[in-house]
């Protein structure tokens, strides 16, 4: 069992977060890092890296890792428990910004954080990041280091017009886009042209493919050079061999994430 000591915290809690959850409890796992209790769970962060074709690390991926009664639950169900309590947006910044709290605890000051969210919640929302960026500037950061990662299949369900009003008002005030799991089921082109994302993330089940069939393989790289040429840096997900590496790197791709270079982890290296 991990041991929770109480020293204070590197970063205080913002008051924002304070006054949506006033009962929630933030404190120090010797091995997690910041945790919250709140909604009846322990919430914690993990970081993946993210690297570019030199093998340099310039990003990190935060993911929520969540226990009830310390047993793990699957993120979509807090979520869910969040939703049915009505407290979607709130339970979605104060996740962000954990994951805030916890990445400077550790990164250096030009590694960029990509933060996922729902589309859902950009469109509830009328003034786009103005309470993030709040929260971020309480923590010594600013937009210009968040990447917010939107699930391609997610948008696709969003009304196109809304998601794009958000996107632009966000990407104003210094906030990066990207769409994580691009060609997951079908790909909406349309969608890619409107959003103009700064980064897109291909589906992990991709390159699985293209190590197995050369059709598949071909396809890859064509892929990647049709969303390189719309303007957006490619990220490869599901880098778990180094035929993996090696294909998405002959591809052109930007980026690469994954198993074969590290698995989530609080406190990264």
Request: overall charge neutral.
């Amino acid at each position: 069992m991990n041991q929770i000591v109480q020293p204070p915290l590197n970063y205080p809690v913002p008051p924002e977060i304070r006054q949506d959850w006033p009962e929630s409890l933030f404190q120090i796992d010797s091995l997690k890092g910041v945790v919250v209790k709140a909604m009846g769970s322990t919430l914690s962060s993990a970081f993946q890296p993210l690297l570019d074709r030199n093998g340099q690390r310039f990003a990190d991926e935060a993911l929520l890792r969540a226990t009830v009664r310390e047993r793990p639950i699957a993120p979509q169900q807090a979520f869910g428990a969040a939703r049915q309590g009505h407290k979607l947006i709130a339970f979605d910044r104060l996740c962000r910004t954990l994951h805030v709290m916890n990445f400077a605890s550790y990164a250096q000051p030009d590694r960029l954080l990509f933060l996922n969210v729902h589309p859902e919640l950009l469109v509830q929302i009328n003034d786009h990041g103005a309470y993030f960026e709040r929260i971020l500037s309480s923590l010594g950061f600013s937009p210009q280091q968040i990447v917010l990662e939107l699930l391609e299949h997610e948008t696709l369900a969003s009304d196109a017009v809304d998601i794009s009003r958000a996107v632009h008002n966000y990407r104003k005030k210094g906030y990066r886009i990207a769409l994580d799991d691009f060609g997951h089921g079908m790909a909406n082109l349309d969608r890619l042209w409107l959003l103009e994302p700064d980064y897109v993330k291909l589906d992990r089940h991709l390159i699985t493919l293209a190590a197995q069939q050369s059709k598949a393989r071909a396809g890859y790289g064509q892929l990647v050079q049709l969303l390189k040429n719309a303007g957006t840096q490619v990220i490869a997900e599901g880098i778990e061999t180094e035929e993996h590496k090696q294909l998405a790197l002959a591809s052109g791709v930007d980026g690469m994430q994954g198993f074969y270079f590290a698995h989530p982890r609080p406190r990264p290296l």
